[in-house]
């Protein structure tokens, strides 16, 4: 059976040390966070760990019941669900004005992860419903925020996002969902969507649909889409429900994983919704949600390589096989055990620098989408958002390709019993898979890189990474501790700018050269700016190391195997990059 | 619904122009395999597809039934084994002296990849039985040979491995199965094996099991185990079948993928068994299977990558999503097929680089097991062994691990339908995962070629493939159609034999130093090997061309997408090789 246990102590590293908290502490929220980060993080991983954890093999194994309209999920999640909602998450990062409590996503990241960890199938709803509350509180009138927001904050009702039609995947600008005005203000929509996660189930007494449909003459493509909002059941004046909406689940899908998360087909029969934003506005209004829900699905591929790694690095500890190549290192054992054998090791190493990386770096994406909306200083919010962007499609594609990559580490720790599912941790790579594909695949993500982010404002998202990263190097490049990472940082940086510049160049000239690079691109920054993340813990570690040596060791050796064996991997990127587009043009099929 | 065509062409392509069978025309059985290679292909594709394919994924989603010790398996498999047998496949490579055809390895290996793709779980069943023969036609005694092996020969009977128990998977050292004489020359065997592939199922009359065990006083660790077979149910005089042998299924697991394919829990109670080979020698009779073995896992990597190829390529020709880069491609539609992408082109030849170089290397690999089995000059026998033996590794681990990162990329091409049971590409995912753990997970191959294959003989076996590369560079280097791909050829063959001089160096002074690099030392000796592949397949396409342009032309421009693309990973690699054991070695768990 596998086993979950919170990262407390690496959360609050993050938190304490790694993050400039405390330099920022009169940003709204911060201090709040700061005093109330320990029982934050240990209510949330009681939760995660008690309650979520347990139902998480359960729901694999039972899956959904789909029957005329209705899903029902497996045993447990709807109590799941309560204690959820009872524990005040659903309101976590919500504003007070509709009843939330107003902390900030630095600290509801690690809430996120442990989620993800405990029990993906489960938290997806919860998460779609903030991506829900975040359309209606950026784009809802006042009226609609009135009607709907309180119960989404509260978990009583649930939100779901309605974009993808049989013909319109990645090019949205294909949606046919049809909506017309009824006169009062309500429109009537009409089409079918799939691929609707938690479209229907029975955790909530109402399910708020989110949907991309067009209006009467509306331009063709993504110019003509609009985002309404369609609840399952209507609400009356005062919030209570009413009848029906004509909107029904038609079937759910059979999936590789995430077996206890329903995927919906919807049809929407004419039913009633309300205009979110402004008309043929819904693309925007979707990208302002989508760029949350794009590093909230990186974190997916965090929470689950993390719990992958805690169990295969268990497992390693356990498993007694052959013996050390440089003699027995347990004589009295039958055998020693496979931590002992450096490829094992080298797997294990390989998942915790991934695992730690990815949550600095996840963790600081989200205080800089703090900064970009709670800063006073408009620069301060501007240079936050910066960030915010560039690191978004490296967060979403990188850590969800490295979550599935990690998740097959422990099946390969494990041996033949990562093959069996009574052990729980193939399980993980079925349910890692989808998230290098949703919310925009990861080679959307790395056309978002190359085509959007690297050339916005002449390069004015690029230097929100390489500005920060030269004044490390110029903080930390006469320190000789920290020589072994700052010689081989600089140094890989210069590759990635030859790659930009190459990108650049050649995505003027002739996009395909620089199409064909991308999603090595995409990779090879991801190196780089873990590079530059490992190298920040590691100073950290350097000064902090005697008041905890054990965990700050642990820190540098992870680093330092980051540094050795992980960041070489750019120079066979950049070769590839450079190669340009012939190669994958030039080729009939 | 998947689909699956042979890849008839291709095979003729390396039977025919590839592999130097006309050289060798006179070595037995080569000269019948030239002229009866297209029907056999024909015949074996007709099968794969019209019997084996259309119930692959039926078996996937049925799966097994147990019930008291017997196993069922899915609905058409009994009528799929009966059309295979009577084929005559099972017997393709088997000795006429015993019902067998005496055909080749090399043109075996086609039909064992068609297998592959058509359906895995299926195919396992007759792999193993093939792997049984071998152990029974190089170890057993005239007499067991008589009695046992035409029925195996002729698919009736079906034979197992028993290696695998509790406590011994990788270090079959712990092995406790035990075997004690009854004094009439056969043995009571009593223990119990897991993950016993094919260890019970309904498909032939009898089963005959391989058992790892050790007899009283034998010696610890591997010199102490023996070989026994012992039968489902015993075989009288004349072969005709006696009373049940006392060993019986106790379970079947329930696994990620291979559902249709009996992983069983096996229980040997006094069950009377026959030894094979010497006593305290099974593990030296089990390891000439191995080899075979191991090369069949690979090819199960490549069958599976082959038909997930397959399915991307078709589904990127249909699949209609955004406008191609450079302006519409098909401006009547509406959208370009997303075959028009870079980055879905790079997933695309990224797939077919790997298959059309890993078929090559398989049956390069199968042409030398032929000619170390059936040349008369012990010379050219012993230096196709010595090109066997280390590449069996290569083959083992590389064709894996790349078969599941194939079935991965044609996930990503299906996008969010890839992650859907009904499409059947998930399934491949699923199903290839097994193969990078079991036959010796990859990191035990990487071992092997870092640990046995490497120093052999002062390097013997090394010589195997360096020299005829370095004949090959020596051939092609003035010839300017060839510079392209001898110029980075004879580069990268120095990079690996630089990493090779490290290893060496290395591993004789501490073993950690070349054990924490073996995994990426295998993955770099694959590169360059594929190099070198796909650098004669190019020579040979330069000189066919004209004959079938089609053709060639997609063979140079798939080579060049590896050059390019592919091949420029070793750079990356040697870095991390080179890091030594320091940075897996000094961390503390």
């Known amino acids: 059976m596998p086993v979950y246990k919170a990262p407390i102590r690496d959360f609050q590293f993050v938190l304490r040390e790694f993050l400039p908290l405390a330099a920022n502490k009169d940003v709204a929220g911060f201090s709040d966070a700061m005093e109330m980060a320990d029982p934050v993080l240990e209510a949330a991983a009681s939760l995660c760990e008690d309650v979520l954890f347990p139902i998480n093999q359960v729901g694999d194994k039972e899956g959904l019941k789909y029957s005329d ?173 009413g009848e029906r909406n004509s909107l029904r689940c038609e079937g759910i899908e059979h999936k590789m994983g995430l077996t206890a998360s329903p995927t919906c087909v919807m049809h929407y ?12 506005k819904g693309m925007k209004a979707m990208f302002t949600m989508m760029n949350a829900a794009r590093i909230y699905v990186g974190v997916q591929g965090l929470g689950l390589a993390e719990v992958a790694y805690q169990n295969a690095l268990n497992y390693a500890k356990e498993r007694l096989q052959s013996r050390a190549l ?23 190493l390989t998942m915790r620098a991934f695992t730690e990386g990815a949550r ?62 009574d052990y729980g941790v193939e399980q993980y790579v079925r349910d890692a898979r989808i998230a290098e594909i ?50 081989p940082l600089a140094k890989h940086v210069g590759y990635l700018q030859q790659a930009s510049i190459f990108m650049a160049t050649a995505g003027l000239k ?25 190298a920040k813990q590691a100073a950290i570690a350097l000064k902090s190391h005697d008041s905890e040596p054990e965990f700050y060791d642990a820190k540098l050796a992870t680093a330092r195997f980051f540094f050795a064996k992980v960041l070489p991997g750019t120079t066979s990127l950049l070769q590839s990059i450079t190669a340009g587009g012939k190669p994958v043009m030039n080729v009939a099929f």
Not at 326 to 348: L, N, W, Y
Request: proline letters at 6%; hydrophobic letters at 40%.
């Open 69 to 241: 309209g209705t899903v029902t999920t497996p045993t447990g999640f709807k109590e799941a669900y309560k204690a959820y909602c009872e524990g005040g998450w659903p309101s976590f990062t919500c504003d007070p004005a509709f009843g939330g409590q107003g902390l900030p996503e630095c600290l509801n990241l690690p809430i996120m992860e442990m989620a993800c960890s405990a029990n993906l199938s489960f938290g997806l709803t919860p998460g779609l419903s903030h991506g829900a509350y975040n359309a209606l509180f950026l784009h809802g009138s006042e009226e609609i925020q009135k009607r709907f927001m309180p119960k989404l904050v509260s978990g009583e009702w649930s939100g779901v996002m309605c974009l993808t039609e049989p013909q319109a995947g990645t090019d949205l600008g294909l949606v046919r969902t049809k909506a017309e005005t009824v006169g009062d203000g309500s429109y009537k929509i009409s089409g079918g969507k799939i691929f609707i996660s938690s479209g229907e189930h029975d955790l909530t007494e109402n399910i708020l649909h989110l949907i991309l449909a067009r209006l009467p003459g509306a331009p063709k493509g993504t110019k003509g889409i609009s985002l309404f909002l369609a609840p399952k059941f209507h609400v009356k004046e005062g919030g209570s429900l």
């Open 269 to 280: 029969d004419n039913a009633i919704g309300y205009l979110i934003g402004e008309p043929n």
């Open 360 to 421: 600095a770096l996840a963790m600081l994406t989200a205080f800089n989408v703090d900064l970009s909306h709670r800063h006073t200083d408009p620069q301060v919010k501007q240079d936050a958002d910066d960030f915010v962007q560039l690191m978004t499609p490296i967060v979403k594609a990188y850590l969800t390709d490295m979550g599935s990559a990690v998740a097959n580490l422990a099946v390969q720790v494990y041996g033949g019993y990562g093959f069996i599912k």
């Open 326 to 348: 440089t003699g027995a290192k347990f004589p009295d054992k039958q055998a020693d055990p496979i931590i002992s054998h450096p490829d094992v090791r080298r797997m294990i």
């Open 510 to 534: 002739n996009p395909d050269d620089a199409a064909a690079g991308a999603t090595e691109y995409l990779r090879m920054f991801s190196l780089v700016v873990f590079a530059w993340i490992w």
């Open 438 to 487: 949703y919310e925009g695949t990861n080679g959307i993500q790395a056309l978002d890189l190359t085509f959007r982010k690297l050339s916005f404002g002449s390069g004015r998202y690029l230097r929100s990474f390489f500005h920060p990263v030269d004044a490390f190097i110029t903080e930390h490049k006469d320190n000789p501790a920290m020589a072994e990472f700052i010689k």
